[in-house]
């Protein structure tokens, strides 16, 4: 990747490979004349540089064998080509062309590596809050739809609930399950309500989470929002445990009884060490208006 990142600018030639970097008008040698280059040995192809090349057109002499038909059209038309350049007196200067500023950068190289690929959008809200690694590995794969609920098992054809286990009214799925099931949204509001944020509580119309989240942070301020974004994510942890506690155990969803286990696992995040969180009135939850 990195070989075809670069374009050279030659001046003195000392710095470039003749063979086998991109200085002739962005393209490499290797790639204009292939056949040529392939009867060129390794190790001067590897060497070679273009101050070298140009001394006595010693580049003619690293080309070994007699050339086919083809081979020798390539080197006439490499040797026109490289009639155009004349060697000057300052250094080459190589180009990284994923930057404007021409100078190579690893942020730059990881993005252009990256190109194309499927991005996860609320990466830094979720991998830079402070919470345990089982909540936001379990996140991550909500957010992705990857948790294993009856829209899933229904594809391929494992038993699964009818219905919502939290509101039993709707589908079960895990975007259902942490924005618009009517429960979720009486859990958000009393736990926002907390911190007066009560107008983000997500509405019926909301259907993704992650999107939700963005405006709830947007919406805190800069004091709380490191904060807000633990508190979501552990509301959340929460909504799944309680969840799987209707599933598995037959429970009946109580939401005081989930406000309950939202402030417990609160207080162990604060003792483990989430100075964030324990900026929040979270003693609040479950007792605002």
């Known amino acids: 990747m990195f070989a075809i990142s670069v374009i050279t600018s030659v001046g003195n030639g000392a710095n470039t490979l003749f063979w086998t970097d991109r200085w002739v008008h962005g393209c490499a040698i290797s790639d204009l004349a292939p056949q040529v280059f392939a009867q060129v040995p390794a190790r001067v192809a590897r060497s070679r540089t273009v101050a070298e090349a140009f001394n006595d057109q010693r580049w003619e002499q690293d080309i070994c064998g007699a ?10 038309q490499l040797w026109a080509t490289l009639l155009e350049f ?12 994923h930057d404007s500023s021409g100078s190579y950068s690893s942020k730059s190289a990881y993005r252009a590596y990256l190109q194309g690929s499927i991005t996860f959008e609320p990466w830094k809200r979720l991998w830079k809050t402070w919470a345990p690694g089982k909540c936001k590995l379990f996140l991550w794969l909500a957010i992705r739809n990857r948790r294993w609920t009856s829209d899933r098992l229904q594809r391929r054809g494992l038993p ?29 509001f009393s736990v926002l309500s907390a911190f007066n944020m009560q107008s983000s509580t997500p509405r019926r119309r909301e259907k993704c989470f992650a999107e939700w989240w963005r405006k709830v942070q947007k919406r805190a301020g ?11 994510i552990l509301g959340a ?17 109580n939401i005081q009884v989930a406000l309950n286990l939202f402030k417990d696992e609160a207080h162990w995040w604060c003792l483990a060490g989430t100075k964030k969180l324990q900026k929040l009135p ?6 605002a208006p």
């Open 67 to 76: 050339m086919s038909a083809e081979a020798f059209y390539q080197y006439y």
């Open 86 to 97: 004349n060697l000057q007196v300052e250094e080459d200067r190589h180009v990284w062309v």
């Open 160 to 188: 699964h609930p009818a219905r919502c286990a939290l509101c039993d009214q709707e589908e079960d799925n895990v975007q259902h399950i942490l924005t618009t099931c009517v429960f979720t949204r009486q859990f958000w």
């Open 222 to 232: 800069a004091p709380i929002q490191k904060g807000v974004n633990s508190a979501i």
């Open 237 to 253: 942890w929460t909504l799944w445990k309680t969840r799987n506690i209707c599933v598995f155990d037959g429970a009946s969803p």
């Open 282 to 287: 979270l003693d609040r939850v479950g007792n």
